[in-house]
């Protein structure tokens, strides 16, 4: 039902190595963000020349479509430095209009509850969520959990005024492209994975594979890392197709989802999922 594979999302031979003549209907991709975290330019959260990261980005997206359905979709999470021109966001954007196949249908904003900044700035709580389709993929409203508590906005229907309760599908707020209803993934939580410094929350993922994908499709995810697409294709009954160039996230993600079989749980807090190493 699932693979998982140590391979680089830039190389097409690997690409072709893990999906064969397989095509996806829904992509997910967390790639690095090209911004430096902490002030520290560590390996996992390094910073290249904006060049270098385009051409990089070019490679990774060309892959993608050579294992896209007809009709799919593709989301891209992405960063923007405040401090260094809102890089690589905007060259990311003009980047992708390169490939035709490929059709702009909204510019998501989740929001963090933590974030970085100083006394003399905006607290910086953003995360960026491009979303592209190929052809006409389906889309499905999934609802918050959010309760509509205004009323008003009234119109004819039908010769009769209604309001907007009385014409609403649901009594929840349908989302919006700024997503502000999802807790960011903390230490104290139990989808928690240590060591994943970048994993996305578990209801992000789900909404998304939920509202761009259906039943037993195939949903694919070229950078891994804590292995959230792969656990919530499990749950929403997917197949999911990964890689990470990164032998122990690879494995990290592997370990999730057996976890998850196993105990039910969606992490593991803050214990150490390598116990053979403590």
């Known amino acids: ?9 830039t190389s097409l031979a690997d690409t072709q190595k893990l999906f064969g003549k397989e ?10 963000y090209n911004v430096v975290v902490g002030n520290a330019n560590t390996q996992n959260l390094s910073k290249i020349n904006i060049e270098e990261y385009i051409n990089f980005s070019r490679k990774w997206v060309t892959n993608v479509i050579s294992i896209l359905d007809k009709d799919a979709a593709l989301y891209i999470w992405l960063g923007a430095d ?7 966001l905007p060259e990311f954007m003009i980047m992708m209009r390169e ?14 509850q933590r974030g970085y900044g100083t006394q003399k700035n905006w607290m910086s709580v953003r995360q960026e969520l491009l979303y592209y389709i190929k052809g006409n ?20 229907v039908n010769g009769e005024i209604t309001d907007n309760f009385e014409r609403s599908k649901s009594e929840f707020i349908r989302p919006g492209n ?11 939580m139990e989808e928690n994975v240590p060591g994943a410094y970048a994993q996305k929350p578990l209801k992000a993922i ?5 509202a761009s994908s259906k039943k037993n499709n195939l949903v694919a995810d070229f950078f891994s890392h804590s292995g959230v697409t792969l656990l919530a294709s499990e749950m929403l009954g997917r197949s999911c197709y990964a890689m990470e160039i990164d032998p122990v996230f690879a494995e990290l993600s592997i370990r999730r989802l057996e976890y998850y079989r196993k105990t039910g749980k969606t992490g593991w807090q803050w214990k150490n999922p390598f116990p053979e190493l403590t």
């Open 137 to 156: 993929p389906p889309f499905k409203v999934i609802y918050t959990d959010i309760p509509k508590i205004l009323g008003g906005y009234y119109k004819k």
């Open 178 to 188: 700024v997503w502000v209803d999802i807790q960011q993934v903390f230490y104290r």
């Open 1 to 9: 039902k699932h693979k998982v594979g140590v391979l680089d999302a």
């Open 23 to 32: 095509k996806a209907q829904l992509v997910i991709n967390d790639p690095p």
């Open 99 to 112: 490939f035709e196949e490929l059709k702009t249908r909204s510019f998501i904003t989740m929001r963090n």
């Open 206 to 210: 789900s909404r998304i594979i939920e």
């Open 82 to 88: 405040q401090n260094d021109g809102f890089q690589p």
